[in-house]
């Protein structure tokens, strides 16, 4: 990987994120928030990480904030992705030129210190994330992640975990001992092949079930679905975790979409998913505005 600042090429394929992007036909309540999405540099600004992945194209939180506007969505949480490692600066910038409209999820080690964790708090962090997808980081050891745990726990921050449907099994009773809330990406990451009712899923609802601190996003049908942009496919997974869990439950575009190979999507139609799995306007509130609000901004709700 290039690590010369000013010098990133992207990985090779890479596709760039929709620059027009459709408007979509469903209009999201007052106030909704798109829970999940990244900043990536610029790199000539803020350098990606020597230790990433990929490297991918730039997308700015000028860009972010110009895509929320076009949605008709009022609020973002900025998830830190692997390609900036534990190097906050990029998410620090996005959230302190949000006027808080912003806040974030950072990466951190645990070497991290309780002034940098609170300097992260003040300019809007509420929670760190952990990685566990093979492709994107290396093995990462269970002891430093609990002690991160133990140190964000009395900031009140959550931890985000991202991993894959097959590894749940091993990774089930790590995470039920992580002492604070803790939020689910991309629904678990199911093979949608396979059905709802099918043993896979079923270890994640028993997850979802027999652990209220834990919430899941019900995002990124177009990285799960297998068949096409209709994202059609995804619909019973999104829907039953949505109708299941209708209070611990998060949507996000993921703009700008990092590592999709098959195809980009229009983060107008992504938008127009959300009824599909949350047919109601009540669960639509609930999934756009006040699940985030109360994760995100628990001081505004009064
Ligand atoms: C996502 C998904 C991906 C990447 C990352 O941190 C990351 O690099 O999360 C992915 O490649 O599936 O949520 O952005």
């Known amino acids: 990987m290039n690590a010369v600042p000013g010098a990133f090429e992207k990985t090779p394929g890479w ?55 076009h949605l008709g969505f009022s609020r973002n949480v900025v998830v830190q992705a692997t390609c900036h490692g534990t190097d906050n600066r990029a998410l620090v910038d996005a959230l302190v030129h949000s006027n808080g409209t912003m806040r974030g999820v950072g990466g951190v080690d645990a070497s991290v210190s309780d002034a940098e964790l609170e300097a992260l708090h003040q300019v809007g962090v509420r929670g760190v994330r952990f990685n566990f997808v093979k492709r994107l980081v290396d093995a990462l050891p269970r002891e430093p992640l609990k002690e991160i745990a133990r140190r964000i726990e009395p900031f009140g921050w ?30 678990g990451r199911p093979d949608v092949s396979q059905p709802v009712e099918g043993p896979e899923f079923a270890l994640f609802l ?58 980009m999507p229009d983060d107008g139609k992504l938008v127009d998913f959300i009824p599909k799995i949350a047919p109601t306007e009540a669960l639509q509130r609930k999934l756009l505005v006040e699940n985030p609000m109360r994760l995100y901004w628990p001081e505004e709700l009064g």
Not at 22 to 50: L, Q
Not at 217 to 241: A, I, M, N
């Open 158 to 187: 959550h931890i985000v975990i991202y991993f894959e449907a097959q590894e749940l099994p091993e990774l089930f009773d790590f995470f039920v001992s992580l002492p604070t809330t803790i939020v689910v990406d991309h629904m």
């Open 15 to 69: 596709l760039d994120w929709q620059p027009n992007p459709s408007k979509p036909a469903f209009v999201p309540p007052r106030g909704a928030v798109d829970a999940h999405c990244h900043v990536f540099g610029p790199g000539h600004i803020f350098p990606y990480a020597p230790e990433r992945k990929y490297t991918p194209c730039d997308a700015s939180r000028q860009q972010l904030v110009a895509l929320r506007e």
């Open 206 to 263: 028993k997850l979802m079930r027999e652990h209220e601190n834990f919430w899941s996003k019900v995002t990124c049908p177009e990285r799960l679905s297998q068949s096409g942009p209709d994202y059609r496919d995804v619909v019973p997974f999104g829907r039953r975790l949505v109708e299941e869990f209708p209070d611990r439950v998060l949507w996000g575009t993921d703009w700008p979409h990092p590592n999709m190979k098959s195809h």
